[in-house]
């Protein structure tokens, strides 16, 4: 039970996806502008993350290993992800027409987000079992999900600093995610 604990607590924390692993970038810096939206993505991401995962454990394990098809494992994650993103946009639009709207471009993109296909590979590359498994994406997604919830709240109250206008936008914010990243590898001591 101890060593579940760690992996979550390392996959939130010390080995965020996204400020240490630079996993996710993009729908950081686009969807954040809004504390809602970033939120809405952020459990978007989450549940195809999590799923997907447990999927892609056992699409490799029980039908690439036997069949010797390993070598496939990515493009085979890619068109799962695609199909199972196509799910989630369509129950989006369907009852929370206003969280698709404000998502846009971005929601399609989780089919192929660098943070679904990054934690199903590295849970194949650590060798995690189903459950280890299960407990490093629960904890990729609550850590994506807070670092994107955060930054958001950040950028809003950046809109209403006083910035250099050489620094607004883009380069304020990641001025913000590089200190973020700092900030989180104090964590590493844990």
Same mark, same amino acid.
């Given at each position: 039970?101890? $060593?579940?604990?760690?992996?979550?607590?390392?996959?939130?924390?010390?080995?965020?996806?996204? /400020?240490? @692993?630079? %996993?996710?970038?993009?729908? /950081?810096?686009?969807?954040?502008?809004?504390?809602?939206?970033? /939120?809405?993505?952020?459990?978007?991401?989450?549940?195809?993350? &999590?799923?997907?995962? +447990?999927?892609?454990?056992?699409?490799?394990?029980?039908?690439?290993?036997?069949?010797?098809?390993?070598?496939? *494992? #990515?493009?085979?994650?890619? #068109?799962?992800?695609?199909?199972?993103?196509?799910?989630?946009?369509?129950?989006?639009?369907? =009852?929370?027409?206003?969280?698709?709207?404000?998502?846009?471009?971005?929601?399609?993109?989780? #089919?192929?987000?660098?943070?679904? &296909?990054?934690?199903? /590979?590295?849970?194949?590359?650590?060798? =995690?079992?189903?459950? $280890?498994?299960? +407990?490093?994406?629960?904890?990729?997604?609550? @850590?994506?999900?807070?670092? +994107? =919830?955060?930054?958001?709240?950040?950028?809003? *109250?950046? $809109?209403?600093?006083?910035?250099?206008?050489?620094?607004?936008?883009?380069?304020?914010? %990641? &001025?913000?995610?590089?200190?973020?990243?700092?900030?989180?590898?104090?964590?590493?001591?844990?």
């Amino acid at each position: 039970m101890g $060593e579940l604990f760690s992996i979550f607590t390392v996959a939130v924390l010390v080995q965020n996806i996204v /400020l240490i @692993g630079f %996993l996710g970038i993009c729908p /950081l810096l686009g969807v954040s502008k809004k504390t809602n939206s970033a /939120l809405g993505m952020g459990l978007a991401t989450s549940f195809v993350l &999590i799923v997907s995962s +447990i999927l892609s454990w056992a699409i490799y394990h029980l039908v690439l290993v036997p069949f010797d098809l390993t070598f496939m *494992r #990515t493009i085979v994650f890619i #068109t799962f992800n695609a199909t199972l993103v196509q799910f989630v946009e369509m129950v989006i639009k369907k =009852y929370i027409p206003s969280l698709y709207r404000s998502l846009g471009v971005f929601l399609p993109l989780i #089919t192929t987000n660098c943070v679904i &296909i990054g934690v199903a /590979l590295l849970n194949i590359s650590r060798e =995690y079992t189903f459950i $280890e498994s299960t +407990i490093h994406a629960i904890g990729a997604a609550v @850590g994506f999900t807070i670092v +994107i =919830y955060i930054f958001s709240v950040m950028r809003v *109250r950046l $809109e209403h600093s006083n910035v250099p206008s050489g620094f607004k936008g883009v380069p304020v914010a %990641l &001025i913000v995610v590089a200190l973020m990243s700092m900030a989180f590898l104090g964590f590493a001591g844990i």
